[in-house]
């Protein structure tokens, strides 16, 4: 092989497995240090190998540590090594003056700071001496098949650690893939060099996935393994609620509109609290969109699920009210101190504000991060004084009014009294006798 067809090799390496160039070089010469020590090195010996890409050349290196006397173990310290070895201890390790660990020396890695300044001038104690060796092209089949595992291997190890750097920096971002494979409700979603794991626990309930099916998924987190990078998805989480939004409403992205809080029962129902950074933006009507567009296609994206959007208040009394939409709040009483709230309805209300199953209450106490106690108050009139007054926690005071309220009305006309009716005697029906024929 001449140089252009390996440089052209090595381009697309570098395109397939998306590895930078030097990634790969650095292999190569991992691979051509190993194959030498193989067919020519000597037990002990640290081989480093230079390759240059223009020429398609190769030099080979010994490289070893230079030390002073205080860098090696003395013949006493090695005695009482090799004594507590035979004892079945291990042993102590000894340090220098500047507290570096003092090693056994080995002719082929160490050399001793006075040889490495006749080679190179200059040099210091602690650092590398570089010798050149001859360089061979004769490598044998075992050698040869050693460069080869080295660079399949190395490769390998490239191309993972590029995957990882790469949905490292997607972490928490939504990201479009394909259904793989399912195994015992585990999904793998193909998003691009790589497959992500969808967890039960991080799939919408009730969703069924099918192979070759697109969705939006959130990269949840991206770990390191020997295998490769494994990145777990989500579904169910409410970063992906936050993202979708970013996705869909343009208020959203450029920070006109801000989401403050997401609390969200995945594939049930879900409250986003908002609020504007900007004067003259409807917080709700962004989210919304014209006739629910934009809403809409995060619903559908979510397979149908319910979202609730209230606007954010820095009031806890105001927020709380607004968290428990759609019922309609009549007085809200916070104690700070316990983070808790009081929360009076109208009766024929009280349903909707505690929600199928608590979810609504539920919802707006994880969205508010406050504890909320509902109760419902129930309206009683009372003439005297002309006040209206109603049984609950506390009454709500309403003004004097002369003409009684709609619902008054309707009672007083129950109340009055009717002339009775007058009874017509309907005429009885005259009917013929039946005769009794005897035979």
Known sequence: MDVQQFKSAIDQICEEKGIAKEKVLETIEVAIAAAYKKDYGRKGQNIRAKFDFETGNGRIFQV???LDETMVKSEEELEAEKEKMAEGTLPEITENVEGEKKVRFNPERHVMIDEAKKIQEGIKAGEE?????EARSDFGRIAAQTAKQVIIQRIREAERETIFDEFKEKEGEVVSGVVQRTERGTVFVDIGRTAGVLYPEEQIPG???RLGQRLRVLILEVQKDSRGPG???????????NKLFAMEVPEVSSGAVEIKFIAREAGAR??????ATEEGVDPIGSCVGQKGTRVQAVINELG???????????EPSKFIANALSPAKVLNVEVNEAERTAQVEVPEEQLSLAIGKRGQNVRLAAKLTGWRIDVKGTEKVLEKEGGEKKETGAEAVKTEDKTEPEPDEKIKEEKTEEKPEAVKEEKPKKRGRKKKECKM
């Open 129 to 133: 001496l570089l010798i050149e060796l």
């Open 304 to 314: 149908g699920e319910k979202i609730d959007i209230i606007e954010w208040s820095e």
């Open 231 to 241: 990145i777990l998805l989500s579904r169910a989480n409410a970063r992906m609620m």
């Open 207 to 209: 969703e069924f996935y």
């Open 270 to 275: 879900s409250k986003i609290a908002v609020a």
């Open 64 to 66: 070893k540590d230079v």
